[in-house]
């Protein structure tokens, strides 16, 4: 440690924390268009986040007068707040520019096109950050080529990361 209790040197802090993933959205459809938006939460919902987490696997958002809304995502309790909490299910507005709303809506009129939270994070500022993914359903070939390509890829870089090695 330095003079007055700083680190000096050293890592750098992760630029994000991870707090939920869906990596079954990224399974079951082909991503489009990303987007990050923000969260607008309560007090108890940030501090149960950071304490216990979320589950976004089943949550989906939606369009509704202008703004986006995230539907189903569980943000789990915070235990000191008592009965003061929040609802852990409840419909959370998202924070995005209206240029982006105006561009998400156009693609959800497109058939078959849903936004889906991908995942949820702290920025390096700490604010909650929801990553959305504009996604088209995979059929089971689509996700059967997938894993294939996906397979293929991972020992074309094996075979590459042993070749360099010897």
Known sequence: MGK???????AKAPAHKDIAQNRKALHEYEILDRYEAGIALTGSEVKGLRES?????????QVINGEVFLVGAHISDYGPAGGRGHDPQRTRRLLLHRREIDKIAGRL????????PLRMYFNQDGRAK?????????TQYDKRVAIKDR????????????????
């Open 109 to 116: 009129s497109e058939p078959g096109v849903t936004l889906i």
């Open 4 to 10: 007055k209790g700083k680190k000096t040197g050293g």
């Open 53 to 61: 987490g979320a589950m976004i696997r089943e949550a989906y958002a």
């Open 151 to 166: 397979e293929m890829k991972r020992e074309l870089s094996r075979a590459n990361a042993r070749r360099g090695r010897g």
């Open 130 to 138: 929801l990553e959305l993914g504009l996604g088209r359903g995979r």
